[in-house]
């Protein structure tokens, strides 16, 4: 194991919405609506999960959360490992959720915090899943200091058809800046 774990842990516990935990399960098909951004996020702790709330408060884009048919541990030193040895083996964890109507939608907002330097990869399982080829990609991730890594290169590579637009990255939940934060790279990605 890498001495990463042991700097981000102290801090992680700093922030008390981070380890919340909730099942959103309830948007697996998103309806039909004249809004054509999707936000497909993963988020083990929470703190995806918040920016991705955030994002949806402010587009009223369809939301999807990514779950796992066999999920990641709880505990945070196991899953430190069942990341690293996940991303070794380039794994592609099943997920519970499946989008019919993908085509109906021309930008991808996709959320997920910084694994190990990359993508988390149920990123990967769901990039290979569809066909989005012509689609916007707009990244934003949630980190403990390694911003995207090299995660913007890892997303280009699994969906090589798509354009890649700039991304925001998140420390942790964000904070109290996070509403502005996400306002002006929307407005910057021209929402
Ligand atoms: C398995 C694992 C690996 C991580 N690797 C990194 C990393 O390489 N760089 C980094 O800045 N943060 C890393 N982190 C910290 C997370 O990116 C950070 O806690 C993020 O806010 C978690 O988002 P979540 O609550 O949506 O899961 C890692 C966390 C976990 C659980």
């Not at 099943?94 to 989008?99: A, V």
């Not at 058809?161 to 996400?182: C, F, K, N, P």
Request: proline share 5%; aromatic share 8%.
């Amino acid at each position: 194991m890498k001495s990463y774990n042991i700097g981000i842990r102290l801090v992680r516990n700093a922030d008390d919405s981070s380890n919340e935990i909730i099942t959103a399960k309830e948007n697996i098909n998103p309806p039909e609506s004249t809004n054509k951004a999707l936000i497909v996020y993963f988020s083990w702790g929470g703190n995806t999960r918040g920016v991705a709330q955030e994002i949806q408060r402010q587009t009223e884009a369809d939301i999807v959360e990514l779950t796992l048919v066999e999920p990641y541990s709880t505990d945070y030193n196991t899953v430190l490992m069942e990341a690293q040895e996940d991303q070794h083996d380039q794994a592609r964890p099943k997920l519970n959720e499946h989008i019919d109507n993908m085509e109906q939608y021309d930008t991808i907002i996709l959320g997920y915090p910084n694994w190990w330097a990359s993508i988390p990869m149920p990123i990967a399982t769901f990039l290979e899943s569809y066909d989005l080829s012509g689609k916007r990609i707009m990244p934003f991730c949630s980190h403990g200091g390694g911003r995207f890594g090299q995660s913007l290169t890892a997303i280009a590579k699994l969906a090589p058809d798509s354009e890649i637009s700039e991304g925001l990255s998140v420390h942790y939940s964000g904070g109290s800046a996070l509403s502005d934060d996400v306002a002006e790279w929307l407005d910057e990605s021209g929402f």
